[in-house]
Antibody, heavy 124, light 110 residues
Framework: QVQLQESGPGLVKPSQTLSLTCTVSGGSISSGSYYWSWIRQPAGKGLEWIGRIYTSGRTNYNPSLKSRVTISVDTSKNQFSLQLSSVTAADTAVYYC????????????????WGKGTTVTVSS | QSALTQPASVSGSPGQSITIPCTGTSSDVGGYNCVSWYQQHPGKAPKVMIYDVSNRPSGVSYRFSGSKSGNTASLTISGLQAEDEADYYCSSYTSSSTVVFGGGTKLTVL
């Protein structure tokens, strides 16, 4: 049973870079046909898709965040990571990592395994 | 990309059926059979309930069903139970190779 666990600082200063890592256990990040995704949720608000990465390194990002986001993968550590630069209070949220399943048409869009989420607060 | 449109809240009594609509455009919901629905209880991670418009993952109750007509997808929950009270989010693949979520719907079981 694949499990995901987010880790990283819970507090980031404004204008700095938010960095989170998702560790995949119970299976290899390179096995199977999946994309690996990041999603966030501000307190009391809805889900926002941040982006995804395939183990080849191919990425797709939310256009509204694209200029500030980098998602990378380290297959040797069975991890993938999120970096969000120039953060502001608006980036305060629970951040989830998730596995994106291909679906019948192989668009790798629905998340079938999620981490528990980690809260990141942007404040000085 | 604009969020998909969902009602902020819906409610129903135990045993009844409710439907949650999710409206997008021809660039997302209407253009692909790639709509999924998630259930989220307070303080928990979302759980996928429907994928590919109408497919249920293993372990999800048959009371949950999905459909789509044009640019609008729908989630129907039949035989409402107290445990169904949660937030529900629709999601779709988009023509920009991204994923977009709906704003979420709070389901209250009366």
């Amino acid at each position: 049973q694949v499990q995901l666990q987010e880790s990283g600082p819970g507090l980031v200063k404004p204008s700095q870079t938010l960095s989170l890592t998702c560790t995949v256990s119970g299976g290899s990040i390179s096995s199977g046909s999946y994309y690996w995704s990041w999603i966030r949720q501000p307190a009391g608000k809805g889900l926002e898709w941040i982006g995804r990465i395939y183990t080849s390194g191919r990425t797709n990002y939310n256009p509204s965040l694209k200029s500030r986001v980098t998602i990378s993968v380290d297959t040797s550590k069975n991890q993938f990571s999120l970096q969000l630069s120039s953060v502001t209070a608006a980036d305060t949220a629970v951040y989830y990592c998730a596995r994106a399943n291909p679906g019948g048409d192989y668009y790798y869009y629905y998340m079938d395994v999620w981490g528990k989420g980690t809260t990141v607060t942007v404040s000085s | 990309q604009s969020a998909l449109t969902q009602p902020a809240s819906v409610s129903g009594s135990p045993g009844q059926s409710i439907t949650i609509p999710c409206t997008g455009t021809s660039s997302d919901v209407g253009g692909y059979n790639c709509v999924s629905w998630y259930q989220q209880h307070p303080g928990k991670a979302p759980k996928v309930m429907i994928y590919d418009v109408s497919n249920r993952p293993s372990g999800v109750s048959y009371r949950f069903s999905g459909s789509k007509s044009g640019n609008t997808a729908s989630l129907t929950i039949s035989g409402l139970q107290a445990e169904d009270e949660a937030d529900y989010y629709c999601s779709s693949y988009t023509s920009s190779s991204t994923v977009v979520f709906g704003g979420g719907t709070k389901l209250t079981v009366l």
